[in-house]
């Protein structure tokens, strides 16, 4: 659950996102509701918390640092969209760079839709070393 359900949805979104940072995936689905959908447009969707700690897993298991730098972040009710660049390190030792546009819902605290749309051609660019 999140630390608090007076938190805004920009706030529930930040704190999500310094998870991730942070590397702590618990801490990260804590934010998420137990039906959250998570559409990642070019690599496909995932419904639950287990199947998004599995995902983010895999951003999370390089040695280097984690960064989602969000550059602009509007909220409208309960829909948080925010413009980012996000930079992860691959197990081979790749840093991925790619900007990224999210879309947030939150209800009642907790984050039950996320979707992300970046360029794949540039992630598969990047992975190839290209």
């Known amino acids: 659950m999140s630390d608090s359900a007076t938190d805004s949805p920009t706030e529930v979104v930040d704190k999500f ?27 496909g969707d995932m419904n639950g918390p287990d199947a998004m700690k599995e995902f983010l897993g ?14 602009r972040q509007t909220a409208t009710g309960n829909t948080v969209m925010n413009e980012r660049v996000d930079r992860f390190h691959t197990g081979s030792g790749r840093q ?16 039950t839709f996320w979707r992300d749309y970046f360029d794949n051609g540039m992630f ?7």
Do not use: W
């Not at 900007?99 to 819902?105: A, K, Q, Y």
């Open 17 to 43: 996102i310094a998870c991730i940072e942070a590397k702590d995936l618990d801490g990260a689905v804590a934010h998420v509701s137990d039906d959250v959908y998570y559409d990642n447009v070019p690599v």
């Open 124 to 130: 598969m660019r990047q992975i190839k070393g290209g």
């Open 96 to 111: 991925i760079e790619l900007p990224v546009m999210g879309i947030f819902e939150v209800n009642d605290g907790l984050i």
């Open 58 to 71: 895999g951003l999370t298991r390089g040695d280097g640092p984690v960064e989602f730098e969000v550059l």
